[in-house]
């Protein structure tokens, strides 16, 4: 069983920054993959950023350039760095861990643990 809670979310002007923080208990957080999905008012939950075991990292489309995903495996942390926030990066951002596979996992279902989410608003 994987514990998540994120961390850092809040109010910022577009073209400011955000760090979100993810704290994850429970065992062997190493040999698990993580990432960052996102839902906003009526939309779909998208794919933002994971971060495989071995710290390889892809990216959704919109964020590649503006975000980066990064792992402490010590401190059993993920965090996700936003950068040039966009008004339509509005969303409440969930962090997600699953199971490690050698392929770009992007959909929710194949996620099997998630945070409780948290807002980021970015204002135009």
């Known amino acids: 069983q994987v514990q998540l809670v994120e961390s850092g979310g809040g109010l910022v002007q577009a073209g400011g920054s955000l760090r979100l923080s993810c704290a994850a208990s429970?065992?062997?957080?190493?040999?698990?993959?993580m990432a960052w999905f996102r839902q906003a008012p009526g939309k779909a939950r998208g794919f933002v950023a994971a971060?495989?075991?071995?710290?390889?990292?892809y990216y959704g489309n919109s964020m590649k350039g503006r975000f980066t995903i990064s792992r402490d495996n010590a401190k059993s942390t993920v965090s996700l760095q936003m950068n040039s926030l966009k008004p339509e990066d509005t969303a409440v951002y969930y962090c997600a861990a699953g199971a490690d596979a050698f392929y770009n996992a992007v959909r929710p279902d194949e996620y099997n643990y998630w945070g409780q989410g948290t807002q980021v608003t970015v204002s135009s």
């Open positions: 429970g065992p062997a957080f190493g040999s698990i993959r």
């Open positions: 971060i495989r075991r071995i710290v390889s990292t």
